[in-house]
């Protein structure tokens, strides 16, 4: 009885072996085909299509850009927890040359590489947020690209953070709440 089972076992499993899927005819993407008037093996994307997570309508939120102009303005409330988050990015992407302090002299600076941007020149506290969403995408000169790496979101995040370093280097007693700012005279 095991061998006549085994049999059956062995040619249903020959039976359900079989090439008719991996044989069949196909094109590979974008090759040449006479299958289409056109020469192509695929029929063009339908005008106006947009892939799945790709549309982006919200230009302030995206390109930092409002009208062709650096944005002034966050395209999203921020709260603590955003400038948390932007924090906790800034560490990562943007301290080895911007350092924590953000001065410009970063350990890779430190090192050699070619002096970075100081956020506590009165140039960049004065430069509109879309100025550091456009230089975190895009970069510029030894700066590079950081649009694959950190979402749109988290570079709104960063500036956030960038924002509150320069306030703290810069602050003034007027600058705290006035409950906060007793407690604070009283330490002077």
């Not at 509109?128 to 995408?137: C, E, K, L, Q, R």
């Not at 590079?144 to 570079?155: K, L, M, N, Q, T």
């Not at 709104?156 to 007693?173: G, K």
Request: with cysteine; proline share 7%.
């Amino acid at each position: 009885m095991l061998p006549r089972m085994t049999i059956v076992i062995f040619a249903a499993g020959l039976a359900g072996c079989r090439q008719d899927m991996h044989d069949q005819p196909r094109y590979k993407p974008l090759a040449p085909s006479d299958f289409f008037g056109d020469g192509r093996s695929a029929r063009p994307a339908v005008e106006d299509t947009v892939a799945r997570g790709q549309l982006r309508i919200d230009e302030v939120r995206y390109t930092g850009k409002l009208a062709g102009e650096d944005s002034t303005v966050f395209p999203f409330p921020i709260s603590r927890s955003d400038v948390l988050r932007g924090r906790e990015r800034f560490d990562i992407y943007c301290s080895p040359c911007h350092s924590r302090l953000g001065d410009g002299n970063g350990m890779v600076v430190r090192r050699g590489f070619p002096q970075a941007a100081n956020y506590h020149t009165d140039k960049l506290r004065e430069a509109p947020v879309g100025h550091f969403f456009d230089m975190i995408t895009n970069g510029r000169a030894a700066m590079p690209s950081y649009a694959s790496r950190v979402s749109p979101d988290d570079r709104w995040r960063i500036i956030a953070y960038i924002r509150v370093l320069q306030l703290s280097e810069h602050a003034t007693l007027d600058d705290a709440p006035p409950d906060k700012r007793r407690e604070l005279e009283t330490q002077q």
